[in-house]
């Protein structure tokens, strides 16, 4: 694990993380670290606590408790549009874009958190899907699409740390293939990236560390280089 080394050159810093929803305590002291410009996955079964953990990253549970450092500054008592405003992007699991509207109109809504949000221009080469669709109201978009539209507004923001959950859920290969360059771009581009993922086979390929969590806890950590030798161990974790 990361706690014994330096960590002046993370983006974010989550230590002893408990969080609850009422009365369910469902995260047991999460710990992990991602250096800027890393991207790293939270793996595990479902209702493991991967998703809740990105959620208590931004203040979206119930009750939480222990540290979370965002660039060097603790957020643990921050409200949640304080926590964006550090640079923080999310993209929930059920995409949460506005299906009324167009795709340009979803485009040009969401509040610059910083001055280096994508240009249209910028989105429109990354996803040229979201160019051919921009007239399309969201209704009408393929679940590729949304969840490109939905990646898309928080790189508006200007968010430099990305939490992204679940982005391959129910799409196609050649969606998924697509995403999956995306990430990667993004990833050299020096945006920080916390991948939560069922399709194993999708953030393997990608990530610099995997942290697998299991009852609201961090039970093991692989780096991309120990991976092939790793594989039993995972797929025990993950029942693959």
């Given at each position: ?8 050159g ?25 250096r ?20 208590a990253?931004?203040?979206?549970t ?24 550090l ?36 989105i ?22 949304q ?18 959950d ?18 990667e ?12 993922e ?5 953030a ?30 995972l797929?025990h974790?993950?029942?693959?």
């Amino acid at each position: 694990m990361l706690n014994s080394q330096d960590h002046s050159g993370e983006m974010l810093r989550v230590s002893g993380l408990h969080a609850f929803y009422g009365e369910s305590h469902i995260l047991h002291g999460i710990d992990f670290g991602v250096r800027r410009g890393e991207l790293i996955t939270l793996l595990g079964r479902n209702g493991a606590g991967r998703s809740t953990t990105l959620k208590a990253i931004l203040g979206l549970t119930g009750q939480r408790a222990g540290s979370i450092m965002v660039n060097g500054r603790e957020v643990i008592s921050m409200a949640t549009h304080k926590i964006a405003h550090l640079g923080v992007g999310w993209c929930p699991e059920e995409r949460a874009i506005f299906s009324s509207l167009n795709v340009e109109e979803n485009l040009n809504l969401p509040p610059k958190v910083r001055s280096d949000g994508m240009s249209l221009e910028e989105i429109y080469t990354l996803f040229p899907n979201l160019w051919e669709r921009r007239k399309s109201q969201g209704t009408r978009l393929s679940g590729g699409e949304q969840q490109m539209l939905a990646m898309a507004r928080i790189l508006r923001t200007g968010a430099r740390l990305l939490l992204l959950d679940e982005i391959t859920e129910g799409l196609a290969p050649v969606i998924v293939k697509k995403l999956g360059e995306t990430v990667e771009l993004l990833k050299e581009r020096g945006y920080t990236i916390v991948l939560v993922e069922q399709n194993f086979h999708f953030a393997a390929g990608i990530a610099d560390r995997h942290y697998v969590i299991e009852h609201g806890q961090v039970v093991d950590s692989v780096s991309a280089d120990e991976l092939s030798a790793s594989a039993g161990r995972l797929n025990h974790y993950l029942g693959v």
